[in-house]
């Protein structure tokens, strides 16, 4: 059950970033470029874990994942190749992602506690 939500919660952040780079974020340079990224490789990772693609997908999932999370933190903080946001602007897509994010990792976190009381097995 957690292939599906990881799934779905990473879809969830790419459809974020999707609408914000076609919202205006697609003229900002190197920002516009990491959020099509952003959008484009959440979408094909769910796709293949829905597909029940190897279980590696899931830590690319939540690679991804954090990797956002990491990015939305450095664009608060010291900003992001010049590029600063200000706190859950714009909104509603910065909490959406971020709530879809942080989900994507505690699936993933869920799913390995899950393998290990299993004895490593899917």
Do not use: D, K, N
């Amino acid at each position: 059950m957690t292939r599906i939500g990881i799934a779905v919660a990473l879809a969830i952040a790419g459809i974020s970033h999707a609408y914000l780079y076609i919202h205006g974020y697609c003229h900002i340079p190197r920002i516009g470029t990491a959020f099509i990224v952003q959008a484009s490789v959440p979408f094909a990772i769910a796709a293949l874990i829905l597909l029940g693609g190897p279980a590696w997908l899931r830590w690319a999932a939540a690679t991804t994942a954090g990797g956002s999370l990491v990015a939305f933190v450095l664009s608060r903080s010291v900003g992001l190749f010049g590029f600063y946001e200000q706190g859950w602007q714009p909104s509603p897509h910065a909490a959406v992602s971020v709530v879809a994010e942080v989900l994507t990792v505690g699936l993933w976190a869920a799913y390995l506690v899950s393998r290990v009381r299993a004895g490593g097995r899917e």
